[in-house]
Nanobody, 123 residues
């Protein structure tokens, strides 16, 4: 079965950085668009970033543009989200997702979700 597992979350001070990883199993990730999302308690899930299959094109939400960088390593079947200059309002559970359709990523309806990893930004 298709599975995605996030890792790399944790506690970081404001202004700090974290790199989240997303490892795929059960399918070949290079055939999929990768997306990153987050959800804070009581809030809707929010789109953050997406990267196309070949990695040549990316899209970011305005809230993270210039601070977060999405990337992928198809050889390792991995996706990444580098998060810099983190703010307390970035605190949320972060999810990776994959779908062969970029449209499904954008409408926050990907075929596969990871279980999420907690990111807490606090001093």
């Amino acid at each position: 079965q298709l599975q995605l597992v996030e890792s790399g979350g944790g506690l970081v001070q404001p202004g700090g950085s974290l790199r989240l990883s997303c490892e795929a199993s059960g399918f070949t990730l290079d055939n999929y668009v990768i997306g990153w999302f987050r959800q804070a308690p009581g809030k809707e899930r929010e789109f953050l970033a997406a990267i196309i299959r070949g990695g040549g094109s990316t899209r970011y939400a305005d809230s993270v543009k210039g601070r977060f960088t999405i990337s992928r390593d198809n050889t390792r079947n991995m996706g990444y989200l580098q998060m810099n200059n983190l703010k307390p309002e970035d605190t949320a559970v972060y999810y990776c997702a994959a779908d062969q359709s970029f449209h499904n990523i954008l409408i926050i309806n990907p075929g596969s979700w990871g279980q999420g990893t907690q990111v807490t930004v606090s001093s």
